[in-house]
């Protein structure tokens, strides 16, 4: 195999960073059909990576189920993981590329994973039937009321149709995780109207602000 394959070959393929203290290693479903995810460090940060064939991996729904089914088995990992998740398709042709990366954004990396720590994010919509008429500012302020106190932070999605009544995403603590989510199912029961999506754990994408490039 020449050179350039074997780089080719040999790519790193991101799914989050993490603690050096907190690295992981395990077989599972990786990306582009690696059977195992594993440490590359610098420092006191460690990306947990797996071996991909390209530094451009196109974005199937397969590929994009199995980068988000990986965060969460970090996340999970021997009780829990904070992690700083990077979104679909960062590859790097080196580890030295990577381990350039990690160096120039240590700053960055560290302050979203303070902010992320020992936190999930968790979605809820809440939709109303068609023919259905709704105080929708109403719903949103009893919504807040019980689900604001048990979140660290929050940040609002589009009403992107007319049916839709409410669209958060919250970052909670995991301890805070089963309160959380008595909290919605009690909030299900009182408005037995509409209909309720809730949805993850997730990674923390939508509290996380780093911008890396794949190299």
């Known amino acids: 195999m020449n050179e350039s394959a074997r780089s080719e ?4 393929y991101v799914y989050g960073i993490v603690r050096d203290e907190d690295a992981v290693e395990f077989e599972t ?3 582009r059909g690696g059977e195992r995810v594993y440490p590359i460090t ?13 530094t451009d991996p196109e974005e199937t729904d397969e590929d994009a189920k ?10 999970e990992h021997d009780g829990g993981r904070t992690v700083v998740p990077m979104q679909f398709g960062m590859a790097f042709e080196s580890d030295r ?10 700053p960055a ?6 902010d992320v ?4 994010e968790l979605g809820l919509k809440i939709v109303r039937d068609e023919d259905d008429a709704v105080d929708r500012e109403a719903v949103a302020a009893a919504v807040d009321d019980e689900l604001a106190p048990l979140a660290e932070d929050a940040v609002d999605g589009d009403l ?7 669209n958060r995403t919250f970052l909670v603590a995991r301890d805070d995780r089963e309160a959380f989510d008595e909290a919605v199912a009690r909030l299900e029961d009182e408005h037995d109207d509409l209909t309720f999506r809730y949805s993850g754990p997730f990674a923390p994408y939508s509290f996380v602000d780093v911008h890396v490039g794949a190299q």
């Open 42 to 54: 610098h420092g006191r940060l460690a990306a947990i990576v797996s071996d991909v064939d390209t």
């Open 160 to 166: 992107f149709s007319d049916r839709l009544v409410y």
């Open 117 to 120: 720590r020992g936190a999930v």
């Open 109 to 114: 990396f560290r302050r979203a994973m303070r």
């Open 9 to 12: 070959a040999n790519s790193r």
């Open 29 to 31: 479903d990786a990306v």
């Open 66 to 75: 199995r980068h988000d089914e990986v965060l969460r088995e970090i996340m």
């Open 97 to 106: 590329a990577l381990k350039n990366v990690l160096r120039g954004a240590r």
